[in-house]
């Protein structure tokens, strides 16, 4: 069996050219999503870190990054 494949870095983004992302609720049902630059974050980071980051809420609407 093989290993799961590493998450991009956020400097690996950046050495493709990108520089912004598009985040997006994990609950399908929602359609909140924000626009961010990846300036913030340092190369080693992982971009799954910001899975938890961004959170929407029904009754307090969404908590950006």
Same mark, same amino acid.
């Given at each position: 069996?093989?290993?799961?494949?590493?998450?991009?870095?956020?400097?690996?983004?950046? %050495?493709? #050219?990108?520089?912004?992302?598009?985040?997006?609720? /994990? $609950?399908?049902?929602? %359609?909140? #999503?924000?626009?961010?630059?990846?300036?913030?974050? /340092? $190369?080693?980071?992982?971009?799954?870190?910001?899975?938890?980051?961004?959170?929407?809420?029904?009754?307090?609407?969404?908590?950006?990054?």
């Amino acid at each position: 069996m093989s290993a799961r494949p590493q998450k991009i870095t956020f400097a690996e983004m950046r %050495s493709s #050219g990108v520089r912004g992302l598009l985040v997006y609720c /994990a $609950d399908y049902r929602c %359609s909140h #999503g924000i626009a961010i630059s990846g300036d913030r974050w /340092a $190369d080693d980071e992982r971009l799954v870190r910001l899975v938890p980051l961004h959170e929407v809420e029904r009754r307090q609407g969404s908590r950006p990054l």
